[in-house]
């Protein structure tokens, strides 16, 4: 009887791996942060990424880890063609790009040597227009690379306009965006700077959005979707979750929500202490995720939750 008057459902398509691969490791490096979650070889990426397939998860959204001697100003690395994400992007798509959608995630940060989404004006903040010239150089390599959905994560304003007429001039029609829409600057997202080597000192709170705000996060969806979003994210999930009811009442586009790090972090240690049961929290997070509003969910535990659904 609960199933068949169940109003929300949770299926293995539904999720989505987000994923890290690291220049220069021939073994999975663990991330002490993130238990469970490592920074891949080239060669466990493509073995990760088959057993997430098989499992049955939507999507693989690639986060690159170049060497610290390969970072500088302009985030060089990340629209090189041979940096560790476009070659990450590129053993994806032969691997499994026939199986899922692949996912790169367009933003600076793991690639400068200062560790902030965009290059920096002068007077040391970041410099919003020269940035989005690196962010669509960054998308061409991604798209050649055989990137099927480009997540702009760096909340800078324009990025998804000025990606999409890129990405067209080149003849990219085909390559999606996924608009992290209302990005917040969230204390969650703290093991993910270990998960990336992040360089970053200071924060993001002149970039990503205050979490007091909630008409602002509406006004940046009306944006996005003006300017060519396929798809629009909430990020973080759980501490948002009426931003992300309120963006799937108003989208015309797919909404997508992000399980973060850090509430990746936070069940999995209450979990290995015995405090709460970690499958049943992970599902009933996922759950309420959904039903908030969010159509595809990343989050950390896609493969397992699959295997869980399935
Ligand atoms: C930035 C980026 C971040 C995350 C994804 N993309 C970190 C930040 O904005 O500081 C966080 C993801 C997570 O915490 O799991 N490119």
Known sequence: MRRLVAETTLEPRQLVLPMF???GVAEPRP?????GVAQHSLDSLRKTAVEAVTAGVGGIMLFGVPRPEDKDAVGSAASDPHGILNRGLRALAEEVGDSTVVMADTCLDEFTDHGHCGVLAADGAVDNDATLQRYVEMALAQAEAGADLLGTSGMMDGQVGAIRRGLDAAG?????????SAKYASAF??????????????????????????????RELELDLA?????????P??????????VADRSTV?????????????ITAAAERGWIDRRGAVLESLL???RAGADIVLTYWATEAAHWLS
């Open 21 to 23: 691969v690291a220049d």
């Open 31 to 35: 991330i002490s942060s993130m238990p």
């Open 172 to 180: 990219r029609i085909d390559t999606g965006i996924l608009a992290y």
């Open 189 to 218: 997202y703290g093991p993910f700077r270990e998960a990336v080597g992040s360089s970053l000192e200071g924060d993001r709170r002149t970039y990503q959005q205050d979490p007091a705000n909630r008409r602002e996060a509406i």
């Open 227 to 235: 300017e060519g979003a396929d798809i629009v994210m909430v990020k």
């Open 237 to 246: 999930a759980m501490s948002y979750l009426d931003i992300l009811r309120e």
């Open 254 to 266: 797919p909404v997508a929500a992000y399980q973060i790090s850090g509430e990746y972090a936070m």
């Open 288 to 290: 309420g995720i959904r």
